[in-house]
């Protein structure tokens, strides 16, 4: 069975750093690609950064852009998310999810949710002020 489990979540002041690792199993984890997406209390979920196969391709919000680095280590099936200048509007459940399809390849459809196939039980990051 598939899981994706993340860890690296916590507590961390506005400018810090934090980086979150996404540990899968049950899959070819390298015929994949992988994204990390975030839900704040009381709104929706929303996309962060996604990464391709192989690792050569990679795609973020905005939002993020210049602070979040997204990589990956197919040899440990695992992914990360370096965290950079933490904001407190950065305070969410992060979460980690897999896809298999190569709709993935389509821009508009690597940052919904709906492209990716499996999904983490998530982990928090907080950003105090």
């Known amino acids: 069975q598939v899981q994706l489990v993340e860890s690296g979540g916590g507590l961390v002041q506005a400018g810090g750093s934090l980086r979150l690792s996404c540990a899968a199993s049950?899959?070819?984890?390298?015929?994949?690609?992988m994204g990390w997406f975030r839900q704040a209390p009381g709104k929706e979920r929303e996309f962060v950064a996604t990464?391709?196969?192989?690792?050569?391709?990679?795609y973020y919000a905005d939002s993020v852009k210049g602070r979040f680095t997204i990589s990956r280590d197919n040899a440990k099936n695992t992914v990360y998310l370096q965290m950079n200048s933490l904001k407190p509007e950065d305070t969410a459940v992060y979460y980690c999810?897999?896809?298999?399809?190569?709709?993935?390849?389509?821009?508009?459809?690597?940052?919904?949710?709906?492209?990716?196939?499996?999904w983490g039980q998530g982990t928090q990051v907080t950003v105090s002020s």
């Open positions: 049950g899959l070819t984890f390298s015929s994949y690609a």
């Open positions: 999810a897999a896809a298999r399809s190569s709709s993935w390849y389509v821009p508009s459809v690597r940052s919904r949710g709906y492209a990716y196939d499996y």
């Open positions: 990464i391709s196969w192989s690792g050569g391709s990679t």
